[in-house]
């Protein structure tokens, strides 16, 4: 295994049992609305707004939920969004990359650091931490929506870096430019996607401790339950 955080599978298998309902949706919400924004209106036209919407479908927002984030897009054309990277050391020192999407930065600047600080942690700068994790596109398929062998021949047919069996889905890896066009071939005989994401890979994986590996479940955590956090990533291979 090609040194891949857990977090963004654990966060798949427990997200729904372990956070409300309306914090998942609120996330999911505002990358649908902002998608809209900086888009085409039109998931066929616009691949981030497609792949926001397939997440959200996963998630089992209800379609509703879905047309008003799109039609919010044209409330907020003065706002502006921006995505900002962070980057820094949590609880015993593991290396964390967090990705928001926020309307004022420096609120978000404020509520990061502080949750790295109170945590035992401390908050860098860009590039103190993302040189030892490589950017890779990732695509999340259930397994109920294809069996392995044809998912396994399909991908070999296209071409990509790497296939994972998880626990309930596939995981494929690709090259971050290549992730639109790889999800295309793949469409045609796969209809639903768990999620398509460009994500950041640690290079390499360190293990902790139990108890040191619940400190930094819970600070990631932390983080995630921040409404402008949008993804959280990780060195530590979690032993869940």
Known sequence: ?????????????????????SKIFS?????????????DKDPDINPRLRSAIQSARSANM????????????EQIK????????????????????VETLTDNKNRTAS??????????????????????FSQTGVIRINQNEIDENSVYELVIEIGVDEFLVKNGFYEIHCKKNDIYEIKKKLEVKVKNFISTEIEWIPLNLISLETES?????DFL????DDDDVQKVYTNVSFRL
């Open 213 to 217: 590996e619940k400190e930094v479940l």
């Open 1 to 21: 295994m090609a040194g891949h955080s857990h977090w963004a599978g654990i966060k798949h298998k427990k997200g729904k049992a372990d956070k409300l309902r």
């Open 111 to 132: 509520n990061i650091r502080t949750l790295f600080h109170k945590n035992g942690g401390s908050l860098g700068t860009q590039g103190s931490v993302s040189h030892s």
């Open 221 to 224: 955590n932390f983080l995630d």
């Open 78 to 97: 003065s706002t502006n969004f921006e995505n900002i990277r962070y980057e820094g050391f949590g609880p015993h020192q593991v290396a964390c990359i």
């Open 62 to 73: 209800p379609k509703d939920n879905i047309i008003r984030a799109i039609q919010k897009s």
């Open 27 to 39: 996330k999911l919400s505002r990358e649908i609305t902002v998608a809209a924004k900086l888009g």
